[in-house]
Nanobody, 119 residues
């Protein structure tokens, strides 16, 4: 089983990026999928989540209205569209087969993709 987070990079404030969480060996449609991020010197925090049952979504207050989570079950991929990026969005972004950030050996985590928002 592998989750591969991709799409990070360097972007100017106000810009956009789309992160992708692609999976092999597991069907993401059967899971709620969370995006998390960890900024330098800070604890990891939840950013967004999409439910397995009805695709309902949750967003952290800091990204609400700017980020959109979605899934493509044909491609077995979950996306995080990030618009109006701010320097404080700079972090390593992780996807996982959970929306709760606590250790569970049954959860799968991607390796992370770095997003840098800077002029």
């Amino acid at each position: 089983v592998q989750l591969q987070a991709s799409g990070g990079g360097l972007v100017q404030p106000g810009g956009s990026l789309r992160l992708a969480c692609a999976a092999s060996g597991v069907t993401l449609a059967y899971y709620s999928i969370g995006w998390f991020r960890q900024a330098p010197g800070k604890e990891r925090e939840g950013v967004s989540c999409i439910s397995y049952s009805d695709d309902s979504t949750w967003y952290a207050d800091s990204v609400k209205g700017r980020f959109t989570i979605s899934r493509d079950n044909v491609k077995n991929t979950v996306y995080l569209q990030m618009n109006s990026l701010k320097p404080e969005d700079t972090a390593v972004y992780y996807c996982a087969t959970t929306c709760v950030d606590h250790y569970d050996p049954d959860d799968y985590w991607g390796q992370g993709t770095l997003v840098t928002v800077s002029s």
